[in-house]
């Protein structure tokens, strides 16, 4: 029904492009000798166009999920799928005045990998969001990003650095406190939605809704474990899993530029991440808090010189006690 929005163009058959992917990957990996956290191969990835998408034409409607969480919170229902799970803590996420989501994981290509962390936090109306990726490999150069946003005003102060021989720390405290207010430039919120699709405080990196999750594309069971935890696993691929990352493949585009801060947004679809697939299991408590979402993220990405298949291997983990929050912020300066 809604298949107008999801406009694949196939640059080899599928059957076909699958088994030619990886004996590529291969061979670039052995006959160049390059290396980067992120790489692409323009000529065989399905393309997506999700310039023409916008993040409201494949969201669910808004009240009906806030009907699934009223179901949810007063008890009318005693099972959901994992779909609508994820959507009903989502919605109560957004309820809160304060939380603190830590992404930590691994990024890896051909053989080569670097680490990736970045924090989520609102806290008495201030949202920040910190990106750091250290790295020693001159074709994967490191990275950082600060910002910060006053809920509800119209600007937003971002702070990037790109090639940083200073972010090499292990611990967060290490490289979160090398960015802040000092050199930040301010953007309006048009600017940053031309950027990345999306509102600033957007919490959770994907989109899961009918539409990214149709066609039985996903395969879920969902169960309560011993600690009466709710547990459950999406799969999307290549076009849906195109659709679910819709800004987060802004985001990754933007924050691969290797030595500048980029100055216009990404120009077509060839400048996105290319998804073969992501993975999410999830872990949600009995209030419907999410405790923690996994992902195993499979895509290529638009790179000069050659390209190669990336893997990310990422974990979300959610704080809610204020003295976790607080803590945090007196470490990076904030408070």
């Known amino acids: 029904m809604h298949e107008q929005f999801f406009i694949v163009h196939l640059r080899f058959d599928l059957k ?3 088994f030619f992917i990886y004996g590529l990957v291969v061979l670039l990996a052995v006959t160049s000798g390059l290396v980067i956290g992120d790489l692409y191969i ?3 990835i399905p393309i997506v166009d999700t310039f023409s998408t916008q ?3 494949i969201r669910d409607d808004e009240d009906e999920i806030e009907a699934l969480y009223n179901q949810a919170i007063s008890g009318q229902k005693t099972s959901f799928s994992a779909v609508e799970l994820y959507q009903i803590a989502e ?3 957004k309820q809160r005045d304060s939380y603190m989501k830590v992404l930590s994981g ?4 051909t053989g080569f990998g670097q680490s990736l962390r970045s924090n989520k936090v609102l806290y008495n109306d201030q949202f920040y969001f910190l990106k750091m990726s250290p790295s020693n490999i001159s074709l994967a150069p490191s990275m950082a990003v600060w910002i910060n946003y006053e809920v509800g005003s119209d600007t937003v102060l971002i702070n990037e650095s790109r090639n940083r021989s200073d972010i090499t720390g292990s611990s967060p405290e290490d490289y979160d406190i090398l960015l802040g207010r000092e050199g930040a430039t301010e953007w ?4 940053y939605k031309s950027f990345f699709k999306t509102n600033v405080d957007t919490p959770l990196t994907y989109i899961i809704s009918e539409y990214t999750t149709a066609e039985g594309n996903y395969s879920t069971n969902v169960t309560l474990d011993e600690n009466e935890q709710y547990v459950f696993e999406i799969t999307m ?3 849906y899993a195109s659709f679910a990352a819709l800004y987060y493949s802004f985001e990754i585009a933007h924050f691969l530029e290797a030595n500048n801060v980029p100055t216009t947004p990404p120009q077509s679809s060839s400048d996105l991440p290319q998804w073969e697939s992501v993975t999410i299991k999830g872990v949600i408590d ?3 808090n999410l405790l923690t979402l996994s992902y195993v993220e499979n895509y290529s990405v638009n790179i000069p010189i050659n390209g190669a298949r990336v893997t990310n291997t990422l974990t979300d983990t959610f704080y809610y006690d204020e003295e976790t929050i607080t803590n945090y912020l007196e470490s990076i300066g904030e408070l």
Do not use: G
């Open 237 to 239: 691929t290549y076009k």
């Open 55 to 57: 993040e409201s034409e």
């Open 16 to 18: 076909f492009k699958k």
């Open 42 to 44: 323009d000529t065989i």
């Open 188 to 191: 309006t919120l048009d600017k």
């Open 91 to 93: 919605y109560k996420l």
């Open 286 to 288: 009995k209030d419907f």
């Open 106 to 109: 691994d990024v890896v290509s």
